[in-house]
């Protein structure tokens, strides 16, 4: 099963939430927490998908990846 990291609007910004570690990161913008997501993803040793949700709540966009390659 894969891991999940979602990008939802938060108070202040938007925020990066990890599931695996429950750790959440804040940014100003919507644009720099998907990069960042993304990054995460991409260097993650196992599949994750990252979900990206819209200023409603509703979700707009996701994506796999398989990990980085050991």
Do not use: K, N, Y
């Not at 998908?49 to 707009?60: T, W």
């Amino acid at each position: 099963m894969p891991e999940i990291v979602d990008v939802v609007p938060c108070e202040g910004g938007w925020c990066v939430r990890v599931h695996a570690t429950g750790e959440v990161l804040h940014f100003a913008g919507g644009g720099e927490a998907e990069r960042r997501a993304r990054r995460l993803a991409q260097d993650a040793s196992m599949p994750v998908e990252v979900r990206i949700h819209d200023r409603g709540g509703r979700l707009v966009g996701r994506w796999m990846t398989h990990g980085a390659a050991a």
